[in-house]
């Protein structure tokens, strides 16, 4: 009975866990922030917790992975492994667990071979436990990351994505665990992965139990959400089917839509006689007290809407895309009509498009989907992942396909011939990656490290204006929520203290703002005791550009036929494929635009010659935009 | 008395029958081919590199230095040429170079009635582009005898010269030789050093003497004491080979006090840097006891700078005060070329600054668009 520590050996970590009379638990403290504090919760909170956290002995803390990986150098600017560097001088003894979404790592599509080993290769040298998962449950898409983390002395945690729904059945699940145990071998922790939090306690002791009898050595490791409520129950329901590892997190930031509280979970499992193996609660307590204070500073990032959730087992979206899809809504003026997305019309979804795994990337394009259905009309407008959905790009349909109608519906007349032509998996080419790092050597201005380059390959702008910050602003990860993250400015006179990369403690008092007649604004502050001020030029009044003539979706397909193309939604443009003076054929990609994390290709619809490029990579749209001036052939 | 002196050749003339120690050098080349047959003599004699220099020029200006003999024809006509364009006269002349010199310079006053007086040495061998940047007094780095020798010298060039009011000797000096240069007939950009270690207001004195007053100070009641370095805050990019950055506004000016800091310039905050004229800002000028005093007190004065708007110098000085050459005083004509690593400062660079301008920014938008 003994707590697991990160420098054991894994047969001599599996052995204490086959052993184990009681449970082990995960702190999934990165889960915790995804699902309800939209992925926010600053490294600065995660090293005030991590003395008392590593006191506590959980089996590992799940710390990156899932979209964190994105949103540090996206909205927290902070260095991914710079965070599982200075965590692990903090924790020396707790392993380090990730999420990896397989064939599409950290990210929403699939990378090319190379880059998923050469991504794993370096998180490896961090992270001890690897949580991989694929949402079609179609291992092969697993099997890169498998391999590499095998390579690198790690533990393998593959998942099997649970739902609910006829198909779902024991059968099924226990089939699929057989599959995953041909690929890795017995010596891996296996995961049930419950991202929605579905299904009753009951359902989830009985699967436990149906594992366990088809594979009695095998360590499961129950996860789960607890949108309903009631994930303490179905916890409860696993470990005493055998489970012997399950997640929770901290109570003084528990929400939702993540992890329940550890405490419950111990207190509840105690009554029944199991015991968290090598827990001290204790530090578990000391843990909540030592972070409490910094919540409120994240309240700006909690759900739009307050509450359990019980109808997630309605619409079955994901703890760990809660937050967004409701902020999303939020943003986009839709808040009224979630009771249709979410009740009638994703349920619909879901079933029409074949009950796969609502988690990423298929959460995201069932959820894209199911509003763009309620809003434009049902199939109307098709993300383009949603078109490699039913090509089959992501992977086989695990319990059947698509009806034609939606085929139909989204290919058109020829859709069996589009199906025919461009259906199924492709094999993704080895990208040429010391071509990648002279780019990035080009768009950086000097030569980028290998983990550099491992962030630069999976979201390539997002990467380069993450260390263009940090040249600019230094390593912003030193302050604290209550500056970082502050709104509304800081009071005349406020003291901010921090203390800074190097250990440096510095202070800053809050002079006054001064406004000069040409629109500059100047702010003054005293750093260390020495005036300083900080020049920043007029901000363009909102609407000061002529706004665009709101378009009607018909006007911008008449107008893309006569090769003026304009944007069809709201969009960030994520790629432009074409210069301007060149040749394009019909059919061509021209630009990619990403939506709510959805990508959508603009292609050619005759041929012609490129005239103008108005957009560029990065730049943000509103529907009817200019985007590029094809002059079409005559004829 | 400019008439005499502003024309270098004339000024030599005066100096060498004087006995006054030079660098070897020419008179006034003859016109063309001739005059091009002159300078080819004189290398031969004297051996390169050897300087070609306007006889109208000043301030840096109308100065070429030619390594080898080939070089000199090209050199020789393009010399003439510019020298016509920007000084009306195509006069020009040859010096030997003294490579890697010390620019020291001597402050003298003189009444009509030939009393003359020196205020002591300033070094101003922190140049660039042959212009000054940096001007200390006294020039610590030589002997009392030195100095002494070198004052002497320069009052006894101004007598020669007939030289009345306020004036400046200049010498290169090299391995404890100096060789007079020229006399600068006018008050100098870098006076405020010498009145900072003397107390004496050569601008007052220098209008007294205009007006037909008598000098009222004598040698003996002259005192030199402490340090005084002036640093020019000029409005350049000293990355950019010190390009001016003319036309830019000045949004924010604060300048430095206390004790022991003197401030000459016009600059304040809207004021927008004139395209055709010096970048010059404002001077910055300061006194210590001793050296170490000096250069602290220096360091206090450029940090407690705030210019924004225009790059300025002021990194660069920065990064120059913290070099140990510098610190030792051990620095010549080409200290910038050879201390490349004073270009590599970053403006603003430190970790806090970085993150208090983020907090600023924070601060001016209401809320982290980094985090939005």
Redesign the interface.
Known sequence: MTRITQDMDIASMLAALRQADGYYITNTARDMSQSDYKN?ILLHTDLLAAPAREAAGYFSLEITGGASVHVDIL???VDPFLKLELLRQAMPNTMFQTLCRGLNLFGYRPYPANVIRFTVREFAKYVDVWRTFDFLNHVPNMQAVLEEVGKAGKINEPCICFSTGPEHTDAYYVAKVGEILAVTGADITLCIKNHGGLGTPRRIGALVNAIKQAYPDLIIHYHGHNTDGNDVGRITEAVLNGAKIVDASDHAFTGYYGPPAVLTVIQTLKDHGKTAVGIDEAAVIATSDAIRDQRPHYAQFESQIKGFQPTVQIHKLPGGAMGSSLEQAAKGGFLDKMPDILHKELPKVQEELGNFWSVTPGSQILWTTAVSNVQHGRYESPSGDLKNLLLGKYGPFPFYQPADWIYEKVFGEDWRKVLAEQGGAEAISDMDIEQERKTLTDRLGYEPTEQQLVIYLQHPNDAVNFYK?ET?????Y??PPS????????PLGET?S?R???G?E?M?E?GP?QK?ADG????Y?N??H???????EP?KPAGAAPAAAKLSKEEIAELAKAGDFRAPFAANVSAVSVKAGQEVAAGDQLLVLEAMKMQTPVVAEAAGVLAVVSVKVGQSLQPGDKLVKVDVKEG | MIDNLGNKVTARKIMAEAGIPMVPGTQNLQAGEAGLQEAVAFGKQYGYPIMLKATAGGGGRGIRKIEQEKDLKDHYAMARAEAKAAFGDDSVYLEKAVVKPKHIEVQIIADKKGSTIHLGTRDCSIQRRNQKLVEIAPAFQLTPEQQEAISQTAVKAAKAAGYFNAGTVEFLFDNGKFYFMEINTRLQVEHTVSEMITGIDVVRTQIKLAMGKDLSIKQEDIHLRGHAVEMRINAEDPKNNFMPEGGKTVRVYRSPGGYGVRLDGFCYQGFTIPQVYDSLLVKLTVFGWSWNETVDRLRRSLNNFVIIGPKTTIPFYLNLINDPDFKAGSFDTSFLETHEQLFNYEEDSSEVNKLAHLIAEIHCKGGNAYAA
Not at chain 1, 483 to 490: E, H, P, T
Not at chain 1, 520 to 523: G, K, Q, R, W, Y
Request: aromatic residues 16%; charged residues 25%; positive net charge.
């Open positions: 926010r909205r927290k600017q910050f600019e602003f230094g390593k912003a030193v302050l500056i970082f993250l502050r709104q509304g400015g800081f901010l921090f800074d990369h190097c440096k510095h800053i809050v703002v000069s500059h604004t100047n702010v502050l750093v260390d020495h005036e300083r001020v900080y020049v920043f901000v």
